[in-house]
């Protein structure tokens, strides 16, 4: 059973950076392809970006792209989102969450979230 804690979330206001952590404990960590989604009000929680195991492939939803980084540190188990260039758009809960490397569809695990909001 891996456990997920994010942290890093906060109030920024349009066109500033964050950093999000997200630390996981309970597993192997370097056996999990690892993933960011979000959820703002009123909406379905969407995918933003995804790592695989090793660092050496990563994805992003088209509106992202250039703006966010993700990046895994396996020797602290840990997974991170660099958040660039924000837009009052971005702002949403953000979940990080876990699934066995290979794996396809959903994920297994997931993080209890961590608020992001943007001011215009």
Do not use: H
Not at 14 to 42: N, V
Not at 44 to 49: C, L, P, Q, S, Y
């Amino acid at each position: 059973q891996v456990q997920l804690v994010e942290s890093g979330g906060g109030l920024v206001q349009a066109g500033g950076s964050l950093r999000l952590s997200c630390a996981a404990s309970g597993g192997t960590f370097s056996m999990y392809t690892m993933g960011w989604f979000r959820q703002a009000p009123g909406k379905e929680r969407e995918f933003v970006a995804t790592i695989t195991w090793s660092g050496s492939n990563t994805d992003y939803v088209d509106p992202v792209k250039g703006r966010f980084t993700i990046s895994r540190d396996n020797s602290k188990n840990t997974v991170y989102l660099q958040m660039n260039s924000l837009r009052p758009e971005d702002t949403a809960v953000y979940y990080c969450a876990a699934k066995l490397r290979g794996k396809p569809g959903s994920y297994d695990y997931w993080g209890q979230g961590t608020q992001v909001t943007v001011s215009s």
